[in-house]
């Protein structure tokens, strides 16, 4: 898929600028995955290429909803220029490779949305690799798992997205647990009203959201968590590096959300991420919420336009039938 032609005029000379050299831009390809935002492939006359981050509106598939531009609320839509900057240079502070920067346009030189342009990683994704070579990943794997040790020393004492803590400010809430319990509690009546089996089970998921929260005991200090990190969201690249991409969504909270979306991605798989010491209450109560929330997104999600939709009803079945499994006597 190509871009609209005034988005290739901004990306070409955002291209130029980035790449320089007296390169000029010879094609453009959005690439597959992006929800929030427009990932552009973008390659030069000589061959060079690169990949072009654009937020804005129009590549963005999700149904507006209330309290979208909450920046206070750690679980609210991660998208923007602000959010991916911050989250990129906690993570390289920390060691943990991302795509490298090549130009960041702050001042819209390039067009009024949020756009970056970063270095192109042509290898697969871990997704891909684990599927293909599984010896071959293990290496990756425990590489990633080094990266995520780095994350979880990383405390902080307020929870919250990278951007709001960094900068000093609070969060909304009382602690990650109450977060996700409001949260979870606002999928549910989402997915009630979207489909009549979780209508029918919603009684009996709203008693058991409240005795998992009930269940779970105070915490004073926050890892950094990528928040969605799935094995499509990490590159290899060709040293055999694991690569974290989109990262506007990167926060301090409690380490079991990152694992318990870990466990659900990568299944039987996930075993060399598994450290040692998460709290037992707070995995139960995140994996009831994550199901309902990988229930609830895709189904409101499929109120839009969104291009791959089998894809994404396939997810919301899937995790549906999941989230109705976990309170199934």
Request: with cysteine; net charge negative.
């Amino acid at each position: 898929m190509g871009a609209r032609a005034g988005t290739r005029e901004r990306l070409a000379g955002a291209a130029r600028a980035a790449l320089g050299g007296g390169r000029r831009l010879a094609g453009v390809e959005r690439l597959a995955g992006g929800s929030k935002k427009g990932v552009y492939r973008l390659t030069m006359d000589d061959a060079t290429t690169a990949i072009g981050y654009l937020w804005d509106t129009a590549e963005n598939y999700w149904p507006a909803a209330e309290g979208d531009d909450d920046l206070t609320d750690p679980l609210s839509p991660a998208a923007g220029l602000d959010l991916f900057e911050a989250a990129h240079t906690r993570l390289d502070g920390l060691g943990v490779r991302v795509p490298a920067i090549r130009l960041i346009d702050r001042d819209g030189v390039h067009g009024p949305a949020g756009l970056v342009i970063v270095e192109d990683l042509r290898g697969e994704t871990l997704e891909g690799l684990l599927a293909r070579d599984p010896r071959a990943a293990a290496p990756v794997m425990a590489r990633l798992a080094a990266a995520l040790e780095a994350m979880a020393h990383h405390r902080a004492a307020g929870y919250g997205k990278v951007a709001v803590v960094d900068r000093g400010d609070t969060s909304r809430g009382t602690s990650c647990e109450d977060i996700v319990l409001r949260r979870a509690l606002r999928d549910l009546t989402e997915a009630a009203s979207r489909d009549p089996r979780i209508a029918q089970a919603r009684p009996r998921l709203e008693e058991r959201l409240l005795e998992l929260a009930a269940a779970v005991r105070p915490r004073r200090d926050y890892a950094v968590v990528h928040g969605e990190l799935g094995p499509d969201h990490v590159l290899v690249d060709p040293a055999g590096h694991p690569v974290l991409i989109d990262i506007e969504g990167l926060m301090y909270f409690d380490v079991e959300w990152e694992h318990v979306f870990l466990r659900i991605r990568l299944h039987d798989r996930y075993r060399p991420l598994e450290p040692d010491g998460l709290d037992e209450d707070r995995l139960a109560l995140y994996l009831l919420a994550q199901r309902l929330s990988l229930t609830a997104g895709p189904l409101r999600l499929l109120d839009g336009d969104f291009p791959d939709r089998a894809f994404m009803a396939d997810i919301a079945e899937h995790n549906l039938r999941e989230t109705l499994d976990l309170v199934r006597g």
